[in-house]
């Protein structure tokens, strides 16, 4: 069995439950790869350089990142570099022989460069140019496999390697999408909230199981902001060979396992696409 798990990067996560979970997997025979993103860090390392992150919407109504050229050397700094490095820390401490990667390493991630995207600013429709983010259309998993086959745990953060062999970001969510189905494993992506939330007022409101189309409409239309790029990412995880992909909260004692049993977040099959 494989799984693979997306750390979110907002402050309200707390990565260690996560971590001691890792090691209770690994030690019973389970395949872990790790993923993560880190916005919240990046955000706080942009402002501290007295600039601002800025955020765009997609046409059809998803919220990202605009990835300026200095925003990316950030990036390249906090991930690979702090992010990545604390993870792999903290996950040695608990007894799993961890590997930190990024997506240029060993042609890990990559795809197309996207230099420009379409944005809604105002209720129109423009194009922003100067982005250096990528869409992930190859994942090298013989490199996976073989760490995971000699005993490691990868843990895998942007920046990915464009087609035009320069280091751009990429959506980790959708990283760890992407993961999921080269290695046809479960999907994990742990977050702040407990799940998608029918109203998001209301946090017991969790959809807890996703397995038709009439409730993955449903799903869907529940999601926002944030969320409905998770749920872009789940989606594109099982259309790509993952097995199952579950939206949770990483504040739990156990939450992958927890999500694995479906006791934890939204459960999302194949049956639902």
């Given at each position: 069995?494989?799984?693979?798990?997306?750390?979110?990067?907002?402050?309200?996560?707390?990565?260690?439950?996560?971590?001691?979970?890792?090691?209770?997997?690994?030690?019973?025979?389970?395949?872990?790869?790790?993923?993560?993103?880190?916005?919240?860090?990046?955000?706080?390392?942009?402002?501290?350089?007295?600039?601002?992150?800025?955020?765009?919407?997609?046409?059809?109504?998803?919220?990202?990142?605009?990835?300026?050229?200095?925003?990316?050397?950030?990036?390249?700094?906090?991930?690979?570099?702090?992010?990545?490095?604390?993870?792999?820390?903290?996950?040695?401490?608990?007894?799993?022989?961890?590997?930190?990667?990024?997506?240029?390493?060993?042609?890990?991630?990559?795809?197309?460069?996207?230099?420009?995207?379409?944005?809604?600013?105002?209720?129109?429709?423009?194009?922003?140019?100067g982005d250096h983010s990528g869409r992930i259309e190859n994942v090298n998993s013989d490199l996976l496999e073989t760490l995971l086959e000699t005993g490691h745990t990868p843990v895998v953060t942007v920046p990915m390697l464009a087609d035009d062999g320069v280091a751009v970001n990429t959506d980790a969510d959708r990283a760890a999408a992407a993961?999921?189905?080269?290695?046809?494993?479960?999907?994990?992506?742990?977050?702040?909230?407990?799940?998608?939330?029918?109203?998001?007022?209301?946090?017991?409101?969790?959809?807890?199981?996703?397995?038709?189309?009439?409730?993955?409409?449903?799903?869907?239309?529940?999601?926002?902001?944030?969320?409905?790029?998770?749920?872009?990412?789940?989606?594109?995880?099982?259309?790509?060979?993952?097995?199952?992909?579950?939206?949770?909260?990483?504040?739990?004692?156990?939450?992958?396992?927890?999500?694995?049993?479906?006791?934890?977040?939204?459960?999302?099959?194949?049956?639902?696409?």
């Open positions: 069995m494989t799984v693979v798990v997306k750390i979110g990067g907002a402050r309200a996560v707390d990565p260690d439950g996560a971590l001691s979970d890792v090691a209770s997997l690994v030690e019973g025979g389970t395949q872990v790869v790790v993923v993560h993103g880190g916005s919240t860090a990046v955000d706080d390392t942009l402002e501290a350089l007295g600039e601002s992150p800025e955020y765009v919407e997609t046409p059809s109504g998803v919220v990202g990142r605009f990835t300026d050229e200095r925003t990316m050397e950030v990036f390249s700094m906090v991930l690979p570099g702090q992010l990545n490095t604390d993870l792999v820390v903290g996950l040695q401490n608990e007894g799993v022989d961890a590997v930190g990667l990024s997506g240029v390493d060993g042609g890990l991630l990559t795809g197309a460069r996207k230099s420009a995207v379409r944005v809604l600013e105002d209720g129109k429709k423009k194009i922003r140019r993961v999921a189905g080269a290695l046809s494993g479960d999907l994990v992506v742990l977050t702040d909230v407990p799940g998608v939330l029918a109203d998001v007022d209301d946090e017991s409101s969790v959809i807890d199981r996703v397995d038709s189309p009439p409730t993955y409409e449903t799903l869907t239309a529940a999601a926002e902001g944030f969320m409905s790029r998770k749920v872009m990412a789940a989606t594109e995880a099982l259309e790509n060979g993952a097995t199952t992909a579950t939206i949770a909260s990483a504040n739990t004692e156990r939450p992958i396992s927890e999500a694995l049993d479906e006791t934890n977040g939204t459960l999302i099959t194949p049956e639902a696409l």
